[in-house]
């Protein structure tokens, strides 16, 4: 089944423009193409259709190859951008790739045209799915940071690594203070032992919910909190850290705790 492949073609030649395309349906693609000749013409076809290619000549006479590319430029598309031109030097086609062509095809080869879109093609899949990838971690450090809770993340020997608004209001501290410090700074003396029991917990893959217990202000007064640690894990289920979302236990929410669960028994750790 053939893919289909929504073109610009910037080209005064019907002709070559029937070239071009012709060459693209053989390389196994069901092309819909648009011809243009103008910057105008261009302009509009760019604000009107969503495109997958543009491909365009270097040599028009109403318009030429480096005004095409300004053109694709300014209006932010991400479709590769190739020149197929019979009158381009190379030393032209150099220059046109750094202004950010990503590949030129002479008109008298056009066997070098299916192999270079489909490249720029699954390069440009590639850059689609990195921006992608790069927002949603962006969004996601944003929840992480507006969220009331302290959330911390830290790596299995107890060094801090994230540090949230949530935690700075909670604690006192600010993430410049506290990352790369160790976490144990928050614990009060008798509760030292705590930090490498929970780490031990959290390199054995336990899930410990609504564990309560003592932490430390940075001006040393005690703040009694509820913790959910969760372990960290990388790409390949590796557990490389754990993340703690702690609340300070204000009487309504011991009250609502004792509503919850029977007197004198806390939440402890969870498989």
Do not use: C
């Amino acid at each position: 089944m053939a893919n289909p492949l929504r073109v610009l073609v910037v080209e005064d030649s019907v002709d070559d423009t029937f070239f071009v395309v012709r060459e693209l349906q053989r390389g196994g693609y069901q092309v819909d193409f648009e011809r243009v000749e103008t910057a105008a013409g261009m302009k509009e076809a760019l604000q009107r259709g969503n495109w997958d290619l543009v491909v365009s000549d270097y040599q028009m006479p109403q318009f030429d190859g480096a005004a095409a590319l300004a053109l694709h430029a300014e209006n932010g598309a991400d479709a590769p951008f190739i020149m197929v031109s019979g009158a381009i030097g190379e030393e032209s086609a150099v220059e046109m790739v750094k202004r950010g062509a990503n590949d030129y095809v002479m008109k008298d080869n056009l066997a070098r045209l299916v192999p270079a879109v489909q490249r720029e093609l699954r390069y440009a899949q590639e850059r689609r799915i990195h921006k992608q990838a790069e927002a949603a971690v962006a969004y996601l450090a944003a929840i992480v940071q507006s969220s009331d809770d302290a959330i911390v993340g830290k790596n299995l020997e107890g060094t801090i690594l994230s540090w949230n608004r949530g935690a700075e209001k909670l604690y006192g501290y600010s993430a410049i203070e506290m990352i790369g410090r160790s976490v144990s700074v928050l614990f009060p003396p008798e509760l030292r032992k705590e930090s490498s029991h929970i780490l031990k917990q959290i390199r054995n893959g336990e899930h410990l919910e609504g564990l309560e217990t003592v932490r430390l202000r940075k001006n040393g007064t005690p703040v009694e909190v509820s913790l959910t640690i969760s372990p960290v894990r990388d790409s390949s289920g590796r557990i490389i850290g754990a993340s703690t979302f702690a609340r300070e236990r204000t009487p309504a929410r011991r009250s609502r705790a004792a509503g919850t669960h029977a007197p004198g028994v806390r939440s402890g750790p969870k498989r």
